[in-house]
């Protein structure tokens, strides 16, 4: 080999090792994937908060959180085992007691309306969004300056007699029961300037002056319209006996009533509405201890529980129940509260129920009658119509629980402390069968036992609770409640307004003052909602410091239903529209 060729090898043979050196190493086998996550960055550790010192134990005491309200809940779906209506069944709903009557036009008695809404009808219902929609009245017109509302009625209507219903018989309810009897609807008489009836399928209203709510208060609830071929020259409406046996022109007829015990509908063949209703019947269960509904209900004995009825210490239990449905939330605003009557020696100042509104634990009642179910009462008017709360009427604020300087107050006010450390006896009368009243009402006397009043609790069955209270003035204290039927001018003004006459479900407090008078005169008749809360405003600041009455609660509402109901909560009172119900076979 010629030493050029062997110079060439060694020239490749280090080239070769030269690029060998070069080449990266070979990687290594990556580990099989798996489905663990990829590790995420390490948080940074928080630093621990310092811990804060605890209260001084002399702090002043901080008024209570408003107890918040439970989420509403939508109405449930009907239930797929049968999509469709169906016609048949009996529904069995609880009550606490015999209704006082059952003709509508005369009371607004919860029981009352409960069974009499199945048997009457109002010219209009109201849909879940307040609208009020056709009933008795297919349509309506209403004059561009607001005074002048015309109806045009359904024809072929008939009562549960088989007589027919006309425009006379609206006339006959308005003019001889509606405006002079029934406890809110009265109050109509003083803006109504007429109503005719030009023929039998035609009622027109003229007002003096424009009223924001008048189209809401055409629902059964407030203006159910009676037969005047049963009522007219019949002498006395009020013990007319038809108002026991009922005829009406709604969904259901009246059956039977068996006192103490049962009162039983069945459904009206002729009813105007096509189909409807679906019920054969509906039975009222009267049942006069609250525990005892909740139990009806989960054993299957009754079918529903609306809200007025029902224990809310059970509503938990209930809810665990998986053949139960739940409603939570009110349909219109409705207020618990206490009425103070004035005529009483040691409550006829304001110093001494402003006293007496300190000294009452209203969050305990809350939380402890209602289950927690309630918002503590914010003022006179409660909190449900959030476009009329004047900010600087809280009793919260105004009024905070201070035992010390409710005494003063009451010492002031000229109601002193006897040498025993009473300083009167009051009367504390309330329904019997409301089991919240129960509650709150030894509440009640344990508070106020604390600023030296000896409460005698006075439980009563609701008849006899109503002509203690509102017929014969005999009580110091009593426990109700009132709706205000979408509007506070149909439902709470009634609660303030000057009476002379005793009559259900009114003021009779015996308060009277012709300044709230006229602003609630002013808030029912101002020509938009910006005016109308003005009125509010100044009326509440009145009503704040007299205290006629002190607002426990806004109640929160929780109905219970057997999951075999369907087509509940159709309309914004869940005692409406039972024609719509019905249950599978």
């Not at 045009?152 to 007699?161: A, E, F, N």
């Not at 609790?457 to 110091?476: G, Y």
Request: aromatic fraction near 8%.
């Amino acid at each position: 080999m010629s030493r050029s060729i062997k110079l060439l090898l060694v020239c490749v043979v280090l080239a070769l090792i030269v690029v060998g050196c070069a080449t990266p190493p070979p990687e290594p086998t990556k580990a099989p994937p798996t489905s663990a996550p990829a590790p995420t960055a390490v948080p940074a550790t928080k630093a621990p908060e310092p811990t804060k010192p605890p209260a001084p134990t002399t702090a002043p005491t901080v008024a209570p959180a408003p107890t918040k309200a439970p989420e509403p809940t939508k109405a449930p779906a009907p239930t797929t085992a049968a999509a469709q209506p169906v016609r048949g069944g009996i529904a069995v709903i609880a009550m606490d007691s015999d209704p006082e009557t059952l003709n509508l036009g005369l009371t607004t008695g919860y029981s009352a309306g409960d069974v009499g809404s199945k048997i009457f009808n109002g010219l209009v219902w109201l849909d879940g969004n307040y609208q009020p929609q056709p009933q008795l009245a297919e349509s309506w017109t209403i004059s561009a300056d607001g005074k002048t509302y015309t109806f045009k009625l359904r024809s072929g209507v008939t009562w549960h007699d088989g007589k027919p219903f006309t425009s006379a018989d609206v006339k006959y309810s308005y003019d001889e029961i509606l405006l002079k009897l029934h406890p809110r609807t009265r109050t109509l008489a003083a803006r109504i300037k007429s109503i005719e009836a030009p023929d039998a399928q035609t009622i027109v209203f003229t007002l003096n002056d424009a009223y924001a709510p008048f189209m809401i208060q055409q629902t059964v609830f407030e203006a159910p319209i009676l037969p005047k071929h049963l009522y007219d020259g019949q002498g006395d409406v009020t013990k007319n006996a038809v108002n026991l046996k009922p005829v009406g022109t709604g969904p259901f007829k009246f059956s039977e009533w068996n006192k103490g015990s049962t009162i039983k509908l069945v459904r009206n063949d002729n009813y105007f509405e096509k189909d409807k209703p679906y019920l054969d019947a509906i039975v009222f269960q009267i049942i006069p201890q609250g525990a005892n509904r909740s139990t009806a209900l989960e054993t299957g004995e009754v079918d529903f529980v609306v809200d007025f009825y029902l224990p809310k210490t059970d509503v938990k239990r209930l809810e665990a129940n998986t053949k139960l449905m739940p409603k939570r939330g009110q349909g219109a605003p409705a207020i618990d509260f206490m009425m103070m009557n004035t005529r009483t020696k040691a409550l006829s100042t304001a110093e001494a129920r402003q006293a007496v509104a300190m000294a009452i634990d209203r969050k305990r009642i809350v939380d402890q009658s209602m289950n927690g179910i309630g918002r503590v009462g914010r003022g006179p008017l409660g909190d449900g119509f959030k476009w009329l709360l004047n900010p600087a009427v809280d009793f919260d604020k105004l009024y905070p629980r201070d035992v010390t300087k409710a005494k003063a107050a009451l010492d002031k006010a000229g109601v002193a402390a006897g040498a025993d450390g009473n300083r009167a006896k009051l009367r504390l009368v309330y329904d019997s069968a409301r089991p919240q009243f129960v509650t709150a009402a030894q509440i009640i006397k344990e508070n106020l036992k604390d600023i030296g009043f000896d409460v005698d609790l006075q439980p009563l069955e609701r008849a006899v609770m109503i002509q203690k209270v509102f017929l014969d003035w005999e009580f110091d204290l009593t426990l109700q409640s009132f709706v205000s039927s979408g509007d506070p001018a149909i439902g709470y003004h009634r609660l303030y307004l000057t009476t002379t006459t005793k009559a259900q479900f009114t003021n009779q407090t015996g308060y009277s003052n012709p300044k709230v008078d006229d602003l609630l005169a002013k808030a029912a008749t101002a020509p938009d909602v910006k005016a109308r809360a003005a009125a509010y405003a100044d009326l509440q600041t009145i009503l704040a410091n007299d205290m006629p009455s002190l607002v426990l609660f806004d109640e929160e509402g929780v109905d219970f239903a057997s999951k075999k109901l369907n087509g509940l909560w159709t309309g914004i009172d869940s005692r409406d529209r039972w024609d719509l119900v019905w249950m599978p076979k």
